[in-house]
């Protein structure tokens, strides 16, 4: 009887691979995903450290696995207010009601509040992201402090603003609806 011999894979014999590009012939997809080291990293920003898609990897010294789940979940809530202020950019643009038809107000101020509210979804989106950047280096180089800046303050006043301003409009043009 006969043993079955193993079947190979051409790839892995390099008498028989197909050449390779000699420009990525050091890239591959698992070299991308490598993790890197933040320890070994000192100068530059670690966001943008190599291998690009690799996860970061930090020391646990204290709190610190806590501190970066946390400025995640901080930059998935301005991802969240940014999708939905996208959304609301999209109704307010598409004028939707339920029970009637926009009115001729509704239909000239849909337009320029759809876009304000789309420009500040992407600066709110921005934000977030910048915010989540910044903190991050600082956490690899052991000197965040937990605070926000006059950037982030404003903008986020500016979009509370902008929502309950939008809001009052919206109310005061349904009154002038009722009482015509």
């Given at each position: 009887m006969t043993m079955p011999t193993p079947q190979t894979d051409p790839e892995d014999n390099p008498e028989t691979s197909p050449?390779?590009?000699s420009c990525c012939s050091g890239l591959s997809f698992s070299e991308l995903r490598r993790p890197a080291e933040v320890g070994d990293y000192s100068s530059g920003n670690v966001f943008c450290m190599w291998p690009i898609l690799g996860p970061l990897l930090v020391e646990n010294e204290s709190s610190d696995t806590r501190d970066h789940c946390a400025n995640e979940r901080t930059f998935l809530s301005y991802l969240r207010l940014s999708v939905y202020m996208a959304i609301v950019a999209v109704a307010i643009v598409l004028s939707f009601h339920i029970k009637s038809q926009p009115s001729d107000l509704e239909l000239r101020m849909a337009q320029p509040l759809g876009i304000i509210f789309w420009l500040l979804s992407l600066s709110c989106l921005i934000l977030g992201l910048g915010n989540y950047i910044k903190t991050l280096d600082k956490y690899s180089r052991k000197v965040a402090?937990?605070?926000?800046?006059?950037?982030?303050?404003?903008?986020?006043?500016l979009i509370a603003l902008s929502i309950v301003g939008t809001c009052v409009v919206l109310l005061v043009i349904e009154k002038v609806r009722v009482d015509s």
């Open positions: 050449p390779s590009c402090i937990v605070q926000t800046g006059w950037r982030t303050q404003s903008i986020m006043s």
